[in-house]
T-cell receptor, first 116, second 113 residues
Framework: AQTVTQSQPEMSVQEAETVTLSCTYD???????LFWYKQPPSRQMILVIR??????QNATENRFSVNFQKAAKSFSLKISDSQLGDTAMYFC?????????????FGEGTQLTVNP | NAGVTQTPKFQVLKTGQSMTLQCAQD?????MSWYRQDPGMGLRLIHY???????DQGEVPNGYNVSRSTTEDFPLRLLSAAPSQTSVYFC????????????FGQGTRLTVV
């Protein structure tokens, strides 16, 4: 079975600064996908970024980027130029390569607060 | 452009009552699943389905039943609600291609008293 661990229950950052959220996972699989989801107060789950394990290049989406260290089983999310709208709960998630995107293993979540 | 629709958004039940959480998607997705979200535990998979007529258990299936008679609908049934089932419930769907994005409903906040 897979496990995903987010060791930072809460974090805060000043507007326009950079923050990094940590995620580690444990798996014996070689083919898998990793995701970061954002959950604002509206409760909606929003996909922020995804990473295929077979790709060495780190994924980026505008102000969001990841640092994927496959050997260390680490998958951190960096948010640059933080904005007030980035305030949300962030979840790291794992999916085995042979399953679909709706069967995910989630971490505990990190509540990020962006301060003006 | 509805995506995944869950009803109701909020519900209060008494212990022992039964109810069905509804989930419908209009994207013709084959895969659907139910999660529960509890503080400090993230989202945990309850049941999932890979197509009409096919369901299987996830990580925390006890106390919940599902069925999938159509591609669009995937209801979650609580036969005899317990306070331990107080949670926020999410339905998700995705297409068959590998690594496709999972689309989530808005969630149902259920309180069992």
């Amino acid at each position: 079975a897979q496990t995903v661990t987010q060791s930072q229950p809460e974090m805060s950052v000043q507007e326009a600064e950079t923050v990094t959220l940590s995620c580690t996972y444990d798996t014996s699989e070689n083919n898998y996908y990793l995701f970061w989801y954002k959950q604002p107060p509206s409760r909606q789950m929003i996909l922020v970024i995804r990473q295929e394990a077979y790709k060495q290049q780190n994924a980026t989406e505008n102000r969001f980027s990841v640092n994927f260290q496959k050997a260390a089983k680490s998958f951190s999310l960096k948010i640059s130029d933080s904005q007030l709208g980035d305030t949300a709960m962030y979840f790291c998630a794992f999916m085995k390569g042979e399953t679909s995107g709706s069967r995910l293993t989630f971490g505990e979540g990190t509540q990020l607060t962006v301060n003006p | 452009n509805a995506g995944v629709t869950q009803t109701p958004k909020f519900q209060v039940l008494k212990t022992g009552q039964s109810m069905t959480l509804q989930c419908a998607q209009d994207m013709n997705h084959e895969y659907m699943s139910w999660y529960r979200q509890d503080p400090g535990m993230g989202l945990r998979l309850i049941h999932y389905s890979v197509g009409a007529g096919i369901t299987d258990q996830g990580e925390v299936p006890n106390g919940y039943n599902v069925s999938r008679s159509t591609t669009e609908d995937f209801p979650l049934r609580l036969l005899s609600a317990a306070p331990s089932q107080t949670s926020v419930y999410f339905c998700a769907s995705s297409g068959q291609a590998m690594n496709t994005e999972a689309f989530f409903g808005q969630g149902t906040r259920l309180t069992v008293v």
